[in-house]
C-alpha cells in the first residue's frame, strides 16, 4: 500500500484510483450473529445488541442482489470469492445460498467466482453437501478437537454437548466429496495439549488447518451499546476472560504442533500459520492481514448492509456506511479505511519497530494489542512473547525452506534433512 502524506486532503476520486486494491474480501454475515449455539468465547453473539431495532436478522433478496452485484464489480481480479459466514449461516435455509449462486452466475461476467462456507457443522444433511459439492463451495468447519476439548464451550442454547453433531457433519461432508477446511479456536481447554488438537484434526481429514487464539477483555460495566466483550481502545477498566490464553502457552502450543509437522507433514497437512511465515520469509504476501504489513482490506458485512473495518471492529466506531448508500468500494477506499489499515504498521510500539522479527510478525493482530512494552509503552500484542518464540524456534526450519523454494525445490525436502 502506498505512502501517504498525512497532510495532504486526498479527493475521494484521488483516493480510489491511488489505493483501492484491485481486490478486497467481505465477510458476509447475512443471518448476523444469529446463531443456533451459544459458544460461551463467541465474541459475536452480543452484537445482536448493535440491530435489537432491526427486527428481523434475515438479509433481503434486494440486499442480496445489490451485495453481488456490487462486489463482483469491484474485484479487479478474475476470480472473485465470496465469503459467508454468521451466526450460524445454514439457519438461512438452501433457498436463500441457491439464489445467491444464481446472482452470481448473472453479474459475473468472465470472472470466475468462490465461494467459502464457514458453518458449526451441526446442521449439515444430505441437501446442503449435495449443494456444496454441485456448486464448488470451499466449507470452514468451527471444531475445537477431541470431544471433552470441544464441548468445554461449544454448546447449545440450551447448554448440550456439540461435538457428535459436528462429526456427523464432517462424515456427510467426506461422504459426498465436499472439500473442507478447520478453524480451531485455541482457548484455556485445549491450549495445553497440542499433539491430541494436531492429531485429532489430521485423523478426521482436515487438510488445512487454522488455529485461532482467542484473546478477549470484558468490561467491567455494560456499556451503553450492550458490548461487553470491548475492543482494544477500550479505556475503562476490562479484564481478561477466563477462557482466554496467555502468550507462553500460544507459544508453546504452536512449537510442539511445529516439531511434529516439519518431520512428518510438510506438503501434507497445511498449517495456516506455517504457511504465512514461510511467506513472509521469503518475501511473498502473507495472504493472512495478522501478519501483513497494514491491514484494511478485510471488511465485514452485516445483514443489513452495514459495512465495518474488519470482523474484529464491528463496533460503532468502525461503521463505515451501508452498501445499500455508498457503493462498497468507495467505502474500502476511504480516508477512514486507508487508516485503519495503515495504523497497524504506524501505531507498533518502540519494541516492535526494534524487533528481529517484526518482518513475520509485523505486530499480529491490532484486536489483541492490549499489552504494554518492558517501558510501558501501550500498543504491544498480548500474544507477542509467543509469537517471537515461535518465530525465533522455525527459524532455520524456515530458511531452509526458503532455500529449496528459491532453487525451486520442495520444501518438503526438510523432512530429509533433519536441522
Known amino acids: 500500500m502506498p505512502r501517504f502524506d498525512k497532510n495532504k486532503t486526498l479527493t475521494l476520486s484521488d483516493a480510489i484510483k491511488v489505493t483501492r486494491p484491485k481486490a478486497f474480501m467481505v465477510m458476509a454475515k447475512p443471518i448476523g450473529p444469529v446463531c443456533n449455539l451459544k459458544c460461551t468465547y463467541c465474541y459475536y453473539l452480543e452484537k445482536e445488541n448493535l440491530y435489537s431495532h432491526s427486527g428481523t436478522f434475515k438479509m433481503s433478496d434486494e440486499l442480496l442482489e445489490n451485495y453481488i452485484k456490487q462486489f463482483i464489480e469491484a474485484q479487479e481480479v478474475p476470480v472473485v470469492t465470496f465469503t459467508w459466514q454468521g451466526g450460524e449461516p445454514t439457519l438461512l435455509g438452501l433457498d436463500f445460498f441457491q439464489k445467491a449462486v444464481d446472482l452470481q452466475q448473472k453479474y459475473r461476467g468472465t470472472k470466475t467466482i468462490e465461494n467459502a462456507f464457514q458453518t458449526n457443522g451441526t446442521r449439515l444433511n444430505e441437501d446442503w453437501c449435495r449443494f456444496f459439492k454441485r456448486n464448488n463451495f470451499l466449507v470452514g468447519i468451527s471444531i475445537d478437537g477431541p470431544t471433552e476439548m470441544h464441548d468445554k464451550y461449544r454448546k447449545t442454547k440450551s447448554g448440550k454437548n456439540t461435538h457428535q453433531e459436528v462429526m456427523q457433519g464432517i462424515r456427510l461432508l467426506k461422504r459426498f466429496q465436499v472439500e473442507f477446511n478447520t478453524l480451531s479456536v485455541i482457548n484455556d481447554a485445549n491450549v495445553h495439549k497440542p499433539l491430541e488438537v494436531y492429531r485429532f484434526l489430521k485423523k478426521i481429514g482436515s487438510g488445512y488447518i487454522q488455529f485461532i487464539p482467542i484473546v478477549e477483555r470484558r468490561s467491567d460495566i455494560t456499556p451503553p451499546d450492550g458490548l461487553t466483550l470491548v475492543s482494544p481502545d477500550y479505556s475503562d477498566p476490562a479484564k481478561l476472560t477466563d477462557w482466554s490464553i496467555r502468550a507462553r502457552q500460544f507459544g508453546k502450543f504452536m512449537i510442539t504442533i511445529f516439531n511434529e509437522w516439519v518431520r512428518n507433514d510438510v506438503g501434507k497437512v497445511f498449517v495456516q500459520l506455517f504457511d504465512v511465515t514461510l511467506a513472509n520469509w521469503v518475501g511473498a504476501p502473507p495472504g493472512l492481514c495478522v501478519f501483513a504489513e497494514t491491514c484494511g482490506e478485510a471488511a465485514v458485512m452485516e445483514h443489513n448492509g452495514d459495512l465495518y473495518?474488519?470482523?474484529?471492529?464491528?463496533?460503532?466506531?468502525?461503521?463505515?456506511?451501508?452498501?445499500?448508500?455508498?457503493?462498497?468500494?468507495?467505502?474500502?477506499?476511504?480516508?477512514?479505511?486507508?487508516?485503519?489499515?495503515?495504523?497497524?504498521?504506524d501505531n507498533l510500539p518502540r519494541q516492535c519497530l526494534l524487533c528481529d522479527v517484526r518482518f513475520a510478525c509485523h505486530g499480529g493482530c491490532p484486536k489483541s494489542r492490549i499489552a504494554v512494552t518492558s517501558d510501558n509503552q501501550p500498543g504491544l500484542n498480548w500474544l507477542c512473547e509467543g509469537y517471537k518464540s515461535f518465530f525465533d524456534h522455525v527459524k532455520p526450519h524456515m530458511e531452509f525452506m526458503a532455500n529449496e523454494l528459491a532453487h525451486q525445490r520442495p520444501p518438503s525436502n526438510i523432512m530429509r534433512t533433519p536441522l
Open 309 to 345: 473495518s474488519c470482523d474484529h471492529f464491528v463496533y460503532p466506531e468502525y461503521l463505515l456506511g451501508n452498501i445499500m448508500q455508498t457503493p462498497m468500494g468507495e467505502m474500502m477506499a476511504s480516508g477512514r479505511q486507508i487508516q485503519f489499515g495503515k495504523d497497524k504498521r
